[in-house]
Protein backbone atom coordinates (compact mmCIF):
# COMPACT_ATOMS: atom_id res chain seq x y z
CA UNK A 1 0.00 0.00 0.00
CA UNK A 2 1.41 3.30 -1.03
CA UNK A 3 1.99 6.00 1.97
CA UNK A 4 -0.17 9.12 1.93
CA UNK A 5 3.03 10.75 1.32
CA UNK A 6 3.87 9.06 -1.83
CA UNK A 7 -0.15 9.89 -2.91
CA UNK A 8 -0.78 12.72 -5.56
CA UNK A 9 -3.43 15.88 -4.45
CA UNK A 10 -5.86 14.03 -6.57
CA UNK A 11 -6.10 10.92 -5.01
CA UNK A 12 -5.90 11.99 -1.41
CA UNK A 13 -9.01 14.06 -2.58
CA UNK A 14 -10.51 11.26 -4.01
CA UNK A 15 -10.17 9.07 -0.61
CA UNK A 16 -11.55 11.91 1.41
CA UNK A 17 -14.55 12.57 -0.56
CA UNK A 18 -15.03 8.51 -1.16
CA UNK A 19 -15.03 7.35 2.49
CA UNK A 20 -14.15 10.40 4.43
CA UNK A 21 -10.22 9.31 4.98
CA UNK A 22 -9.47 12.15 7.40
CA UNK A 23 -5.90 11.19 6.98
CA UNK A 24 -5.88 11.77 3.48
CA UNK A 25 -7.22 15.35 4.38
CA UNK A 26 -4.98 15.93 6.80
CA UNK A 27 -2.43 15.27 4.69
CA UNK A 28 -3.68 17.81 1.83
CA UNK A 29 -3.51 20.17 5.19
CA UNK A 30 -0.20 19.46 6.08
CA UNK A 31 1.11 20.11 2.11
CA UNK A 32 -0.85 23.44 1.60
CA UNK A 33 -1.64 24.77 4.65
CA UNK A 34 1.59 27.06 4.79
CA UNK A 35 0.55 28.05 1.32
CA UNK A 36 -2.96 29.29 2.52
CA UNK A 37 -2.23 30.84 5.65
CA UNK A 38 0.52 32.72 4.16
CA UNK A 39 -1.88 34.21 0.98
CA UNK A 40 -4.44 34.73 3.87
CA UNK A 41 -1.60 36.40 6.19
CA UNK A 42 -0.47 38.93 3.28
CA UNK A 43 -4.38 39.60 3.09
CA UNK A 44 -4.86 40.45 6.82
CA UNK A 45 -1.56 40.52 8.55
CA UNK A 46 -0.63 37.96 11.37
CA UNK A 47 -3.61 37.58 13.32
CA UNK A 48 -6.06 35.11 14.75
CA UNK A 49 -8.05 36.09 11.52
CA UNK A 50 -5.82 34.52 9.09
CA UNK A 51 -5.33 31.46 10.38
CA UNK A 52 -9.68 31.53 10.49
CA UNK A 53 -9.67 32.72 7.20
CA UNK A 54 -7.30 29.35 5.96
CA UNK A 55 -9.35 27.30 7.96
CA UNK A 56 -12.00 28.45 5.86
CA UNK A 57 -10.87 27.49 3.13
CA UNK A 58 -10.13 23.38 3.82
CA UNK A 59 -13.24 24.04 4.81
CA UNK A 60 -14.99 24.77 1.31
CA UNK A 61 -12.20 22.16 0.03
CA UNK A 62 -13.89 19.54 2.20
CA UNK A 63 -17.52 20.39 1.40
CA UNK A 64 -16.83 20.74 -2.41
CA UNK A 65 -15.29 17.76 -2.46
CA UNK A 66 -18.03 15.89 -0.33
CA UNK A 67 -20.21 17.21 -3.27
CA UNK A 68 -18.15 15.40 -5.32
CA UNK A 69 -15.94 18.59 -7.28
CA UNK A 70 -12.24 17.69 -8.42
CA UNK A 71 -9.78 20.20 -8.53
CA UNK A 72 -6.26 19.69 -10.05
CA UNK A 73 -4.23 20.85 -8.98
CA UNK A 74 -5.11 21.41 -5.83
CA UNK A 75 -2.86 24.55 -4.50
CA UNK A 76 -3.89 26.60 -7.19
CA UNK A 77 -7.64 26.35 -5.96
CA UNK A 78 -6.86 26.89 -2.50
CA UNK A 79 -4.52 29.80 -2.56
CA UNK A 80 -7.55 31.44 -5.07
CA UNK A 81 -10.11 30.34 -2.36
CA UNK A 82 -8.08 31.48 0.62
CA UNK A 83 -7.45 35.01 -0.95
CA UNK A 84 -11.13 35.53 -1.43
CA UNK A 85 -12.04 34.57 1.71
CA UNK A 86 -9.66 36.90 3.23
CA UNK A 87 -10.46 39.77 1.07
CA UNK A 88 -13.96 39.60 1.82
CA UNK A 89 -13.00 38.98 5.50
CA UNK A 90 -11.04 42.38 5.63
CA UNK A 91 -14.08 43.93 3.85
CA UNK A 92 -16.29 43.18 6.82
CA UNK A 93 -13.26 44.20 9.50
CA UNK A 94 -13.83 47.76 10.64
CA UNK A 95 -10.59 50.23 10.56
CA UNK A 96 -9.87 50.62 14.14
CA UNK A 97 -10.32 46.96 14.61
CA UNK A 98 -8.46 45.94 12.40
CA UNK A 99 -5.43 48.66 13.73
CA UNK A 100 -6.04 46.48 16.33
CA UNK A 101 -5.66 43.08 15.32
CA UNK A 102 -2.32 43.89 12.81
CA UNK A 103 1.42 43.47 14.09
CA UNK A 104 0.77 45.94 16.85
CA UNK A 105 1.63 49.45 15.02
CA UNK A 106 -1.39 51.37 14.26
CA UNK A 107 0.19 53.62 12.24
CA UNK A 108 1.69 51.28 9.90
CA UNK A 109 -1.23 49.12 9.63
CA UNK A 110 -3.53 52.58 8.53
CA UNK A 111 -1.18 53.04 5.93
CA UNK A 112 -1.86 49.07 4.86
CA UNK A 113 -5.20 49.67 5.04
CA UNK A 114 -5.73 52.66 2.98
CA UNK A 115 -3.38 51.43 0.73
CA UNK A 116 -6.19 48.35 0.20
CA UNK A 117 -8.90 49.89 0.23
CA UNK A 118 -7.42 52.18 -3.17
CA UNK A 119 -6.34 48.65 -4.42
CA UNK A 120 -9.77 47.80 -3.97
CA UNK A 121 -11.45 51.44 -5.41
CA UNK A 122 -9.35 50.69 -8.32
CA UNK A 123 -10.36 47.18 -9.45
Given at each position: ????????????????????????????????????????????????????????????????????????????????????????LLKNI??????????????????????????????
Amino acid sequence: MVGLEERTDRELLKAFADVRDEAAFAELVRRHGSLVLGVCRRVLGRSADAEDAAQAAFLVLAQEASRGQTFHPVAPWLHRVGHGIAVNLLKNISDGELKRRKHGNPAEDLKVLKKEKTAQAAE
